[in-house]
């Protein structure tokens, strides 16, 4: 039986544990996700491409079967270009499946051979985003319940530098 494998894109920026769980998730259901830092020239970016990369890492490694990358261009492309069975995308409300839905439809006419799949987000985690995140820190506030432990100190770090 061919193994399958998953991209699960994002901006991570931070990465968050409602990211994470999305990850875990898919690490279940595929054989090999390959979890990407899509570079968004209309995003301005808190943390640079290869912070938010190395965060990523070390928050995932302990799926054995997940591998981080970055890419510049077409998520239909880079997953074409990695042998992709699917697109992993979490949703964390119905104005999140509106875009995503949109997206779907463009990345299967761009790689028909590709599925996109959807994860719900957990219910503690539905209210969680990055912009969020960043928010908070940069007011001082804790965030250690919404970032992989082992990232804590870098986001609180940089964060907190910003509002100084």
């Keep these: ?13 931070p990465v ?20 990407v830092v899509m570079i968004n020239a209309a995003k301005q970016s808190c943390f640079s491409l290869e912070e938010r990369v190395r965060m990523l890492r070390a928050s ?28 992993v995308k979490g949703l964390r ?10 997206m779907a439809l463009t990345n299967k006419k761009l790689s028909p051979d590709i599925e996109t799949v959807f994860l719900t987000t957990s219910a503690e985690n539905m209210y969680l985003s990055s912009s969020m995140v960043k928010q908070i820190a940069s007011m001082g506030g ?9 990232i804590h100190k870098d986001i609180v770090q940089r964060l907190n530098q910003r509002s100084e």
């Design 1 to 13: 039986m061919r193994e399958r494998t998953a991209v699960c894109p994002g901006s991570f920026d």
């Design 16 to 35: 968050t544990v409602g990211h994470i769980d999305i990850i875990r998730r898919a690490s279940k259901m595929f054989d090999h996700v390959i979890v």
């Design 60 to 87: 995932t490694a302990e799926f054995p079967n997940v591998r981080v990358d970055s890419y510049n261009g077409l998520l239909a492309e880079y997953a074409a270009s990695k042998h992709a069975d699917a697109i």
């Design 93 to 102: 409300a119905m104005s999140d499946f509106e875009y995503e839905f949109q």
């Design 142 to 150: 804790d965030v250690s319940e919404f970032v992989p432990e082992v």
